[in-house]
Nanobody
């Protein structure tokens, strides 16, 4: 059974950092593009950033450029989202997802999701 499992969420103060992990089970993530998304209460799910099979990064949101980066560790079958200079408006449930393609497509094509991890930015 294929699964994506997010971890690393928690409570952090404004200006702080967190690193989220997306680990694959039953699938080899290095063959696919992996995207990170988030959804805050009352808001639609927002695409943030994606990494392709070829390690190309594509940003879907200007609000995280310069603060969030994406990387992968193929030996651990894991994709990371490094989040720096966190702001209260970054509070959301964060999801990783894939479309089982090797490139970063439009966000609407992502159709396989993890269960999400909560990130709360508050003093």
């Amino acid at each position: 059974q294929v699964q994506l499992v997010e971890s690393g969420g928690g409570l952090v103060q404004p200006g702080g950092s967190l690193r989220l992990s997306c680990t694959g089970s039953g699938a080899t993530l290095e063959y696919h593009a992996i995207g990170w998304f988030r959804q805050a209460p009352g808001n639609e799910r927002e695409g943030l950033i994606c990494i392709s099979k070829y390690d190309d990064a594509r940003y879907y949101s200007d609000s995280v450029k310069g603060r969030f980066t994406i990387s992968r560790d193929d030996a651990k079958n894991t994709v990371y989202l490094q989040m720096n200079n966190l702001k209260p408006e970054d509070t959301a449930v964060y999801y990783c997802a894939t479309q089982f393609l090797d490139y970063c497509s439009g966000v609407e094509e992502f159709d396989f999701w993890g269960q999400g991890t909560q990130v709360t930015v508050s003093s």
